[in-house]
């Protein structure tokens, strides 16, 4: 039996277990990357396991998200960073190079090879035939450490393309019909192999937005081949190099398999506050919009900013609605200015922000008061925005361009017969400047680590106990993400390198007294539905819950880089094994659990209520022995991988 891509690529890197859905494998990371959000708790981590260099083939640390500096934190972390950088051998990439994702597609992507990022949007680089999964700091810590990544071997699911796009239709309708049809659980325990016929006809930044919204799906990753337009992008990027032919055998197996006709794909857009919350651009057209946000590492490309800059070309932006835009990387800055397109924006009026995540996780531009925001992002939360009563949907650059000059949701076919054509360029313009590269090990064992007043050590928790009791602090419904466990946002996202701090806002959107709640308990339980800690890798949200005291969560299911951050900080993950008994503990209600012997099911006690039930979990021996250590620090202090 041949083999898909998936299998062709883990089969080259594993270390330990087998190539079965469901199975725990391990397997060897070449490449990581880090942004200064989720950067700094990981290279504090980094330290604390005291290997002097990194043992990857190569390691990026980006500065990307919190470039607001309203005080001097930001500063300071970046400052921190690029020391940590220069003293263990990793490239930095400076604050204006770009957003890690964008950046790391034109520049260091591989197909073929593995990449661990503390980024949930890490399987952008699916786009060029990487193998790339998010997870939180901690992990992506272990890797720069030599450390295979462990996880649950994914059952691989073939999407199979067929046809070619219609005019006005692009790479972000195709993931949201994905998204559509799968919803943001549909993608748990699995990776999207995207295979068939349409696959050359997309270009590598299409393919590039498909793999980076698959995180919405909840997957492990997603993958495109590797093929003559990958290595014409390469190519472009002057990385001819890097390139190596990478497609699955005419006879290989996959676990599961849809079909989409690209031809019949129409303009798509997610309403308010799921991104599989999917309709046609049609369904909605005439709604009043207020403001336009165009980027994010979803859309932020070189062909997706020309499309927009073509679209609002000797146009004026709608005088109700505010449109900013902000450029992926340095590179698609750079070449949008030299060819004159940046101004073909600036004159239709729109607003120019810097080659950063920006609005897309709260750090300026949140909407007015029950706006309706159109935005080429990937996540519309409720409140993510940083306005909480805005109303925000997700669509394409295209899309979202027609609406800034119409000042209603627009089906652009509506507005002009043919879409731009922007053909990848020949060559890109390529000038590494704001990448440093690695210190030789001499020179960097002369560096000084800059600690500002902000970077607070990591705080440790102690070995897990034989019973766990306290109280069930609070109770959640279903699809709770990170951004409600812990929000960010240009207030809350600054603390990142300050547990005690952040703590204060955990579960901020949901109920404030959360925090307070859990101190003056001394910690407890959360009880929470399924897909329990959906969206980002962020690690906060299970750091900043084992700070205040939380011993353990007990949910439907959990999605599955939260699951691996609550194990590596010691908060023990527990499922229902009848989901119906969900209904059966209230908040404030007093739980007692053995787990000196962790067997396949657990007696959950509720002395409040005089009952019982049983919990289960899909924790292997290395996880129980984690958690019995009080976390991944811990127990690799011990000696243990
Ligand atoms: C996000 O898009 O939510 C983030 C901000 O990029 C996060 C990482 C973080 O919280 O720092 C992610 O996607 O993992
Ligand atoms: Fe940055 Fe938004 Fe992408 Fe997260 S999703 S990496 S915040 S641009």
Redesign the pocket.
């Known amino acids: 039996m041949g083999r898909n891509i998936v299998q062709k690529i883990f089969k080259k890197h594993l270390k330990s277990g087998k190539m079965v859905a469901g199975e725990k494998i391990s397997v060897k990371i070449d490449q990581t990357l880090t942004?200064d959000?989720?950067g700094t708790m990981a290279y504090l981590q980094f330290e604390a396991i005291g290997i002097p260099r990194v043992k990857t083939k190569l390691s990026v640390s980006y500065i990307d998200?919190n470039t607001l500096q309203t005080g001097f934190e930001n500063a300071d972390d970046h400052k921190f960073l690029q020391s940590i950088a220069a003293k263990h051998g990793l490239y930095f990439s400076r604050p204006g190079n770009g957003i890690c994702h964008q950046v790391h597609l034109e520049r260091f992507g591989k197909p073929g090879e593995t990449l661990l990022g503390s980024?949930?949007?890490t399987p952008t680089q699916g786009g060029i035939g990487m193998i790339s999964m998010?997870a939180g700091g901690l992990d992506v810590a272990l890797a720069m450490a030599g450390q295979p990544f462990h996880l649950s071997m994914p059952k691989v699911l073939k999407v199979n393309l067929k046809g070619k796009l219609p005019q006005w239709v692009s790479g972000k309708d195709v993931i949201l019909e994905v998204l559509r049809r799968l919803s943001v659980k549909g993608g748990v325990g699995k990776i999207l192999e995207y295979a068939g016929a349409g696959v050359k006809t997309l270009s590598v930044p299409e393919r590039a937005t498909i793999t980076n919204m698959g995180?919405e799906l909840g997957a492990t990753t997603s993958i495109f081949p590797s093929d003559a337009v990958t290595k014409e992008f390469l190519k472009a990027q002057g990385r001819e190099k890097d390139w190596t032919e990478l497609v699955p055998d005419a006879d290989a197996a996959y676990d599961e398999e849809i079909t989409i006709d690209l031809k019949t794909l129409q303009p798509m857009i997610a309403k308010p506050h799921m991104p599989d919350n999917v309709c046609t651009v049609e369904e909605l057209a005439g709604t009043k919009v207020n403001q336009v946000a165009i980027g994010s590492c979803t859309n932020s490309s070189y062909k997706d900013l020309m499309t927009v800059a073509k679209i609002l070309k000797n146009k004026t932006v709608h005088p109700d609605v505010s449109l900013c835009i902000s450029p992926g990387s340095k590179q698609v800055f750079k070449m949008i200015s030299d060819n004159g397109a940046l101004a073909d924006m600036i004159a239709a009026g729109a607003r120019i922000l810097e080659s950063t995540?920006g609005p897309?996780?709260g750090m300026g531009q949140s909407p007015q008061t029950d706006a309706v925001s159109i935005r080429t992002f990937n996540?519309n939360f409720l409140g993510r925005s940083g306005t909480k009563s805005a109303q925000v949907f997700l669509t394409s650059p295209e899309v979202a361009a027609a609406c800034a000059l119409t000042g209603e949701i627009t089906d652009p076919r509506k507005v002009a017969p043919r879409a731009p054509n922007i053909p990848t360029p020949k060559k890109f313009l390529v000038d590494d400047n704001l990448i440093i590269p690695p210190l030789s090990p001499q020179k960097a064992k002369k560096i000084k680590i800059v600690r500002g007043p902000n970077i607070k050590p990591c705080p440790k928790r102690d070995p897990m106990p034989g019973t766990l009791s306290g109280s069930v602090l609070l109770k959640t419904g279903d699809n709770i993400t990170?951004?409600h466990i812990m929000p960010?946002g240009s207030k809350i996202l600054p603390l990142?390198s300050n547990v005690p701090a952040i703590s204060e806002h955990v579960f901020a959107p949901v109920d404030s007294e959360f925090p307070k709640r859990a101190k003056e308990a001394k910690g407890g339980f959360v009880v929470g539905g399924a897909n329990y800690g959906q969206?980002?890798?962020?690690e906060h949200a299970a750091l900043a819950p084992m700070y205040l005291g939380v011993k353990a969560v007990i949910t439907k299911s959990f999605a599955r880089i939260h699951l691996a951050n609550l194990i590596n900080f010691g908060i023990l993950p527990l499922t229902f094994v009848n989901e119906k008994d969900y209904n059966g503990i209230a908040q404030g209600d007093k739980l007692e659990l053995a787990v000196k012997k962790m067997g396949e099911t657990l007696v959950l006690k509720n002395k409040t209520k005089g009952t019982q039930c049983e919990v289960t979990h899909s924790l292997g021996e290395r996880d129980i022995a984690i958690l019995k250590a009080g976390g991944a620090l811990g127990y690799v202090k011990q000696g243990k991988a």
């Open positions: 942004q959000a989720t998200h980024d949930s949007h998010g995180a995540c897309c996780i996540r990170t951004d960010a990142r969206g980002s890798s962020r």
